[in-house]
DNA sequence: CACAAAATCCTAATATCATTAGGATTTCCT
DNA sequence: AGGAAATCCTAATGATATTAGGATTTTGTG
């Protein structure tokens, strides 16, 4: 169950350029992560995995910690393409806002090893580099202008402030996702005694913020 | 900034017994997963700080893991001493809600290496032993009898069922808590981006639950 | 095309830990 | 007193990240 990325001989990889390589290795990286838990990326595995010795990922990477910044990086990324998605697509509706909620815990059943980087801290000693922090921005921008949106638009009519909205919603998001990946992580995003609960909090918000 | 447990002479040391010894390697454990994250729990400086050699804490603990699952079950029960005793003094009311989202928050700052090791998942490969998870049930318990009387002395008013309303509280609970860690864990209780968050969020519940 | 510079990869250290082995010393019980 | 049990130590062992140093391949340029 190792050979998602295939080990390459020194000829043909050679003939791949660099940033290939460093592509694979960060694909290799997820796996092994996936299997062990974030905070247990073994070089050696992931330079098994990738056909070289442990010390030759050095070319690509300056380190381990190196590799879970660009993990991060990526995890944003991805994370934020999703987001935005959504939000073409649905706009700042109710339902809109339930398919974001869902999408979270989505992503972080789809992508466990990056949603554990980006939104918990299980690697001792890992801070996100400049550039993750400025990717994390980007990505609490667009949560914001969200949350403006649907507030702007009418869809969302509470006393609160877009700030403090969108505080709220980011909280309540994280708190049944962690909840639901903590307990019961085999099961799908809609069920669950966690997963379920998207719809009632839905209720709930609505209840709340619709007089 | 070591010395909290101060090292002992083998000889004064051999007069104490061992479940105090045990003792004074837990809290040891505890300083140094404060300082160094719950992941990195370092034996030989745990050693260190009691006056040993790290090999010698086997005597105590047969091992790493041991020594994570002795703290989980000392966090576990001292969350739910502190439950129990925010319940009893304000019973299922709304300000004893409020006073058990904070006191959550309050423990996890307080005892954030306990907290990490309860609620997080920190540590590669440590999943709680048989006593470990029987203490999380009852902890469970508590929190079930609570959201129950929270009912049935109409406290809350709402369709749901007090399984799912327990659900949802440790949710969003849990969710701000998370956050307030992961962004300003050097913040007081009741301040911050997430820690203010707990009256706007009892609001929010008293509005939806409360007609 | 040749050849020097750069890139890539390897084997061999080195350093840090957890854990085990084996033995010495101390404590405790009878 | 004398032996069993407990406690502690020093020395391995084994895993893993990282560094050093060198060989080989690729590539850009005259």
């Known amino acids: 169950m190792n050979e ?21 290795i960060l694909q290799a990286a997820r796996e092994v992560m996936r299997e062990q838990g974030a905070a247990d990326l073994n070089l ?14 050095y070319t690509y990477f ?3 910690t190196a590799i879970y910044e660009a ?12 987001l935005e998605a959504l ?6 509706t109710w339902a809109g806002l339930e398919r974001i909620m ?49 507030i702007t638009t009418g869809t969302i009519t509470s006393p609160l402030s877009a700030e ?16 639901h990946l903590a307990n019961e992580p085999h099961l799908p995003a809609g069920s669950g005694r966690f997963g379920s609960l998207i719809p009632v909090l839905m209720d709930l918000l609505k209840k709340a913020w619709l007089r």
Chains 1, 2 share one sequence.
Do not use: K
């Not at 995995?49 to 010390?55: D, H, Q």
């Not at 939000?87 to 700042?92: I, P, R, S």
């Open 87 to 92: 939000l073409t697509e649905h706009g700042a």
């Open 164 to 179: 403090v909205t969108m505080n709220l919603m980011i909280a309540l998001m994280h708190g049944f996702t962690a909840q």
């Open 44 to 57: 050696q595995e992931v330079a098994r995995r990738v056909g070289m010795r442990a010390p030759s990922l």
């Open 102 to 150: 869902e999408g979270y815990l989505a992503f972080a059943l789809e992508n466990p090893e990056l949603y554990q980087l980006m939104f918990e801290r299980p690697v001792p000693g890992f801070v996100p580099s400049a550039e993750g922090l400025a990717e994390a921005a980007r990505l609490l921008d667009v949560s914001r202008r969200m949350t403006e949106q649907a």
């Open 62 to 64: 300056p380190g381990r």
């Open 71 to 82: 993990l991060f990086v990526l995890g944003m990324r991805m994370y934020r393409q999703r």
């Open 4 to 24: 998602t990325v295939r080990p390459l001989t020194p000829e043909s990889r050679r003939q791949r350029n660099h940033d290939e390589m460093a592509g694979n």
